[in-house]
């Protein structure tokens, strides 16, 4: 079945850098990569999302590539604030297996 | 404004005994999953619903089921809750997958958080 693969599991950066945070899929009929980012205790957000039919979105600070050759998309937040601190999780869907399958997410601290 | 809301927010429960969650949703949606989600790791989906087509994963426990009345309102049931069973219990929901911009995002709910004594 379809695996999703999130590197690296915690980033540390400094504010007012970017973080970047890689995942890859194995099922080549997916065609839908949402990106989630879950603040402690709370649910998990959709923050951007990306459809198999495009390489690149972006929503002000944050933007998501696709590589559907490699099978890789990753998550860019630029110019990180305190505020961006969370755990981030990638998602896969439309595979075969027809859900949303998970990255096992990344813990983003963006110290000030 | 809420979309999807999940009762009780916090629920503690002794070990054996058993326990409802509840999740409602004013989306409309066709599906409705429920996902366990304990401490530092992704949510894991335990079965979702297609309209009221049950759709359960390999490997949910027996011990888990879910009940669907009507499209706004899903249930997860815990027959005889464990202490493994302490976890995040997140409920979302999604439009049937058609043709169209929308399909396939899933919002979650706040989430019950289940204490197991």
């Known amino acids: 079945g379809e695996n999703v693969e999130q590197h690296p599991s915690t980033l540390s950066v400094q504010e007012g850098d970017s973080a970047v945070i890689k995942c890859t899929y194995s099922?080549?009929?997916?065609?839908?990569f949402p990106w989630y980012k879950q603040e402690l205790g709370k649910r998990p957000q959709l923050i951007i999302d990306?459809?198999?039919?495009?390489g690149e979105k972006k929503d002000q600070r944050i933007a998501v590539t696709l590589n559907k050759t490699a099978k890789h998309f990753s998550l860019h937040i630029t110019e990180t604030q305190p505020e961006d601190s969370a755990v981030y999780f990638c998602?896969?869907?439309?595979?075969?297996?027809?859900?949303?399958?998970f990255g096992k997410g990344t813990k983003l601290s963006v110290k000030p | 404004d809420a979309m999807v809301i999940q009762n009780p927010r916090y629920q503690v429960t002794q070990f054996g005994k058993p326990v409802t969650l509840s999740c409602s949703q004013t989306?409309?949606?066709?599906?409705m999953y429920w996902y366990q989600q304990k401490s530092s790791q992704a949510p894991k989906l335990l079965f979702h619903?297609?309209?009221?087509?049950?759709?359960n994963e390999a490997d949910t426990p027996d011990n888990f089921q879910s009940r669907r009345p009507n499209t706004s309102f899903c249930f997860l049931d815990i027959r005889s809750p464990g202490l493994g069973d302490a976890a995040m219990y997140l409920c979302?929901?999604?439009?049937?997958?058609?043709?169209?911009?929308?399909?396939?995002?899933?919002?979650f709910g706040p989430g019950t958080r289940l204490t197991v004594l």
């Open positions: 998602a896969s869907h439309g595979g075969s297996q027809g859900n949303l399958i």
């Open positions: 099922d080549s009929a997916s065609n839908y």
């Open positions: 989306l409309n949606h066709n599906v």
């Open positions: 619903y297609y309209d009221k087509d049950f759709n």
């Open positions: 979302a929901t999604s439009r049937l997958r058609t043709s169209g911009t929308e399909r396939d995002t899933q919002y």
């Open positions: 990306i459809r198999s039919n495009v």
